[in-house]
Structures are given as C-alpha cells and as structure tokens.
C-alpha cells in the first residue's frame, strides 16, 4: 500500500462527509417542510372541496409567479440535469420558493401531481448554493448536484438507498458512474435522517410475502413488466404532447387557467377527488383488491394534463399510483397476488418512465421487503427495457443505447430525439 | 409509440428469455453438482484429517492438470473478463473439469479457499459453449458472457440480484453499462431457479436488526468501512505477491506443491481446520460473538498463500470470512452490535476486494434482510474507495477513476497498473 494515495480518499471521504452533511441537512429540512405542508393543504382540500373549483385561478397564479420570476428555472428537473451535463450557471435559489409554493398551490385546489420533482429540484438548488459558499470547482460541483437529486429523493420517500442510486442513474441512461457514489449515499442517508429527525414519517406499504418461483410465475412477471413499460412510455409521450398542444397559447400563465379548467371540470364530472393529489390512498388500496382499470387510466390521464400545462409537483408519486393500480388490476387476468402485481407495477412504471431500474429495484426492497425482490427487480428491468428512448426527463442524456439498433442515438439528448 | 421500436424489444426479450435459460439451466445445474460436491469433500476432509498431510501431492496434480491440459485457462475469471472487453477465442470447454476438479482437490485435502471463481468460471465457460451452438455474433456474446458470470455467482449463493449486478459491474471499474440488464437479471433468477429445483440449499445466516441511524452510528460505519477497504486491499496486493513470488518456480506443477508444504504445516502447527475451506461455521459464529483479530488475519494469510501458489476455488467466501471476522473482532472497539459488523464487513471487504458496491449491497440486503441496509450500503461504498485501484480480478478495466487524481489510468486493467 502506497501511502499517497490511501491520503487522497481520506481527503477525498472527510471533504464528502462535510458536504454532504450540509447538502442533507438543507434537502432533508426542506422535505420536511414539504412533507408536512403536503399533509396539511391535502387534508385542507379534502375538507374544503369547492377549492377545486378554484384549481385555474390558482394554475394563473403559479404560471404568473413563473411567467414573471421563474423563466431560468421553469425546465425544473431538467435544468438540473443540463447543469450536470454542461455547467453553465448557478442554479437560483428562487426556484425553491418558486417549486414549492407552485406544488402546493397545486395540490390544495386539486391538481394531480407528485413531489418527487420538487424535492429533488429543492435538493439540488439548495446544494447548489454551497457552490459559492465553499468556493467548489466544477468537477466538485456536479459531484454537489448529483447528490442534491440523491438527497432531496431519499428524504421525500425515505428511502435512502434508493435515493442515492437514483441521483446516480437519472442523468444517464443506460449506465451508471461511480464518481458520486461516496457524496450520493452521505447525502441521501443525511438527508434521510433529518426528514425523520423533524418527526416527519413516511407510509408505510405492506411487506410482500414470499412467492415460490416458477418459470410460470417468472412468464407472468414478465408480461406484466412489458405492460409497466408500455405505460410508463405512454405517460412520458402524453405529457410531452399536452406540453406541445398547451405550448401553442402563447401568454404561459393561461395555459394553467385552461389546464386548471379541464381537471376541475374532469373531478366534478367524476364525482370524486380518487384521481387527484398524491393519491396515496388509492395506492395503498390497490395491495388489498383488485381495482378497475380506469383507475389508473383516469390517474394517468389527470396526472398528464395537470404537469402538461404548467402545474407544479411531481411525476413520481402519480406513476406509483399508476403502476400499482394498473398492478391491481392485473390481477384480474394474471394469476399473480393482487399485492405482488400491485408492488411489481409500483416500481415498475417508474422505472420505465424515470429509466432508472437499480434505483427502483432497491426501492422495492426498502418498502416492500427483500422476500419478493425479485419479481420486483424483474418488472424494474422489464419495463425499462419496455419504455424505450422515452421519459419523464428531456434532458436526461442516452449514455448507453436499450437496444443496438438505436445505437446512433447514444450520446443525445430524450428530448432531442 | 411507433410500432417498430416496441417489436425490436419484444424480439430481444424473446431472444433472452430463450438464451437466459439455457445459461441458467447449464450454470444452475453446474452449480449444483459444486455446492453438493464441495459439502461432501469438506465433509470428508473434517472427518479424515490426515488428508491435509497430501495437500502438497493434491497440488502437484492440480499443478501437472493445468500445465498440461489448462494453458488456456488458467488466468481463469480474467480469461472470461478479458474476452468481454477483448473477444479472441471460444473459452474451452475444459475450463469446467479442470477448475471444479482443481477445487475440489484443493478443498478436499485442505486449500484455504473459495467458490465464486469456480462457479463464475463455469458459467462464463458454459454460456460460452452457447455461442457455437447458437451461432451467436460478437455483440450477444459479450451479454452472454456476462449473464454467465452473474448465473454462476447467483446460483452459487443463492442471491439473484447480487448475482446479476455482479456480472454487470465486475467486468469495468468504476461504472455499470446496462446493456446485459436483462440476459443478466434473466440468467442469475433462472440459475438460482435450477440450483434450487436440484435441492440445493445455501447458508442461511441471521437477519440484522434494525439500528436507529444517528451521526455517530454513521461515523462508525465509515471508520469501519474505510479498514474494510484497507483490508481487502492488503488481501489482493497479497495474492498478487505471493503469485508473482511462487512464479519464480520455473516449473507451475511445484509452486502448489510447496504452497501446499506451507498451508498443511501452518494447519498443523496451529492446529485446527478453522482457518481452510470454506469456513462457513467461523462465519455465522462470527455474527454471534465478538471474535479475536487472529481470525481475520490468519485467514487472509492461508487464503492469499492457498490462491496465490495456484490451488484453485475462489476469493469470495474467504473474503466473506475475512470481512465478518474483522468485522466482529471490531465489536471489541467500535460501540456498534456484533452482527452487524459482522455483516457489514462480510460484504463490505468483498465489495472493496471485487470492486462491485451495488452487487455487495444487494448481497447484503438478500442476505441479511433490509432493515440494516443504510449501514450495508455504506460499508461496500466506503470499502469500494479505500480499496483504490487494487482488486482481485487483473483483467477488470478501470470504467472511471476512484478518484479524480488516477484519472489517467482509466482504460487500463488493474493488473498493467
């Protein structure tokens, strides 16, 4: 053993440490604030149900708020991962007031949308103040803002395992670097630790039982991941094609106001709020029965026009609900466990539509426990084999073609495509 | 959706669905035919210890097999790295008798070593054998290559999910290329499948609990982490020396002959088996009490010396044995439970030895369940650091650098360094 490299990790660990001990103290701070708001306009909305009434006046307000202060931090998530492409500047830290205000205006009138954008787009903006304050060159500031992602998504969830690979895994598809490996778990157990010590909690989802394999059971698993995979591209293409259609009025803060009408129109047409906000009941529901399939098409279709026209929140606790209740209703024709199809297709849309499969596979293990990993992993690899050269992120780059025959596209852009 | 992306997809997954099981039927059973094997010579050798005294004559033919029939495969798990990254020729059929043949000598008349490398050599050796019969082109070689590595060490172990990162990160330091995702995750649960339909069982070994994370708990874990990757990196510059020193032989056939002197005189001075084979019984003891530093250090010698000479078997279980036993002698100093330091360093020094962070963590999280999986996680990150540029497999290529200072020697293989 050569003594000098062995000093360069010990540098290289107790800089991480401080880092990303700050990075987790910021990200997972501002998760529990988040977290607990969530509660509070959810439960406020579900109260006070003519507040969805309300849903285009506040889709006016939040395309205002971004129309007038938010043009630089408008592509959220994406202009994260531009950074971590191609630095260019510092990313504002108005697009925290800015993402957050937005996702819970969102949510109090009615919008279906998630938080996993918004944490993770808190976690990375948050980080990337730590820029300046710490004086990092650019090869230690995208180290900074991977492990902001892998921070703000570890402490929304509170997964930290599969935040840390996440924030590894987004910004590529089809490979993973190991440069951040260190910063990502120190930021997202961090992180993960101060979400909890604020007292803030998680769901907690049934363990899955074991299930004997077989090549049957292995068979089923299999077409039901192609399905994940199938939706999770059907989600990603609808989102950007409402996106296009809305892009066409030209004044941006209308384009909520119409958007707003639409799905407070959809939610008194339904005669129920299932298919709006987190949705977190209906996901828990779809492990005990098996639910009709317009609930996850009604959810998918909700969830696409709320983030298509400019509302703020999240893609991921939507594909959840999508994929397990889509799982559920599996049920109904694959001979597999309602609880199992509907785990399988939790992880399973996501990692079709976010192109992360290791992220969502330890996902699986930390909720569901390791007893049905690998039907599990098995839907996570399926369906992201399934979503093709799509997903929820335009700016996440190809750094390993899915398929030979699409290997000219390596190196661009899911938006350039 | 366009039509014909959807049926590329379909056609690789039907494509692999058919390879995937082949391999796994052919590892699986492989595997199977080792574990019962290497049950009954361990069995045979603890109960005619005079065995041990022949360990130099088991050598010599060991020795005499290879230098006659074995010129090609010798180099072993970097043959079948080697022809991932480089693709030459076939790997021979005759890889699988001799390394199975060569193992169980060496574990029958009292080797101090492992099983990974044999049941990784026959899965890479047998899927190789697919590549004629299938008339498969360069490119599905490579992935099926790769799904024999991660079929061989997921039916050896019993853990499919490790099993199938391993083959996908072993091969490239540093970064994971997701281009075998689905033959490997195809390969190791269909393997895992047939190894456990022939009634092979695998170890089972106690579930850690749950330990609330705090900042200092996580400080223990990186301390413990960065000497699990000291450690596996003192066991890999070991072999490498003890080999680079027994090369002085001229003739190959001796050097096994004087190891086995060594090995055999050092059992017999020291006087227990607790120190050769597998030493399973000394692992799972090693999660119950906290045993004494002599364990860890004696084993690593007798492994480095058994491996290094040219006895055959693996580097993983010692590694396991190795890990947990420091792991458990650090109980003594370090305020964390004795199980979980001794799962932490059970695939912690592995991950450092074998530069595979994800495949360990998912080891460990298949192994001893989720609830310590933050500590799991950052044992085989830590470790994977500390370790450097130093491994137990020569021929795997630096993917991307630990640390920005080696960068330049990314694109080389550990052992040109």
């Known amino acids: 053993m050569r003594a000098v490299p062995t000093t360069a990790y010990v540098l290289f660990l107790l800089r991480w440490v401080v880092i990303s001990t700050l990075i987790g ?3 997972g701070t501002a998760s529990a604030i988040f977290l607990v708001s969530l509660d509070w306009v959810t439960h406020w909305r579900e109260t006070h149900l003519v507040l ?3 849903l285009p006046v506040a889709g006016f307000f939040i395309g205002l708020a971004y129309h007038l202060f938010g043009n630089q931090v408008v592509r959220g998530n994406n202009l994260i991962l531009d950074e971590i492409h191609a630095p260019r500047q510092l990313i504002p830290l108005r697009l925290v007031p800015l993402v957050l205000g937005g996702t819970l205006l969102t949510h109090l009138f009615g919008g279906s949308a998630g938080r996993e954008g918004t944490a993770v787009q808190m976690g990375g903006a948050l980080a990337d103040q730590l820029t300046r304050l710490l004086k990092l060159r650019p090869r230690d500031r995208r180290l900074l803002l991977i492990a902001g992602i892998s ?3 570890a402490s929304v969830f509170g997964t930290p395992l599969a935040g840390a690979v996440f924030g590894l895994e987004v910004f590529l598809l089809g490979s993973m670097r190991y440069d951040a490996l260190l910063p990502s778990f120190l930021a ?3 992180a993960d ?7 803030v909690g998680h769901t907690h989802y049934p363990q899955l039982a074991s299930l004997p394999i077989t090549p049957l059971t292995i068979l089923y698993a299999l077409i039901a991941g192609v399905l994940f995979g199938l939706v999770a591209r059907s989600f990603a293409a609808l989102v950007h094609r409402i996106s296009q259609l809305f892009g066409r009025i030209a004044y941006a803060p209308l384009r909520p106001v119409l958007g707003g009408v639409l799905v407070a129109a959809s939610v008194w047409a339904l005669g129920t709020t299932r298919y709006i906000g987190l949705g977190v009941p209906v996901i828990v529901e779809a492990f005990h029965l098996s639910l009709s399939p317009a609930d996850f098409a009604l959810k998918l279709l909700l ?10 929140g999240g893609e991921v606790t939507p594909l959840f609900f999508i994929g397990a209740t889509l799982g559920s209703a599996l049920a109904g024709v694959v001979p597999l466990p309602v609880a199992l199809l509907a785990g399988m297709g939790f992880v399973g849309v996501f990692a079709g539509a976010a192109n992360t499969p290791i992220a969502c596979t330890l996902m699986g293990l930390e909720l569901f426990g390791v007893q049905a990993g690998v039907y599990l992993a098995l ?5 992201y084999l399934f979503s093709g050269h799509t997903g929820i992120y335009s700016a996440q780059q190809i750094g390993q073609a899915k398929h030979l025959r699409f290997g000219r596209q390596q190196g661009s852009r899911l938006g350039d495509l």
């Open 188 to 190: 997202a157990v961090s």
């Open 25 to 27: 103290g910021l990200a």
């Open 303 to 312: 969830t696409a026009l709320t983030l298509g026209c400019g509302f703020k």
């Open 151 to 153: 921070a703000g998504f």
């Open 379 to 383: 839907a996570c690899v399926v369906a």
């Open 52 to 54: 969805i009434a309300l």
């Open 193 to 199: 630790f101060v979400t909890r010590a604020w007292g």
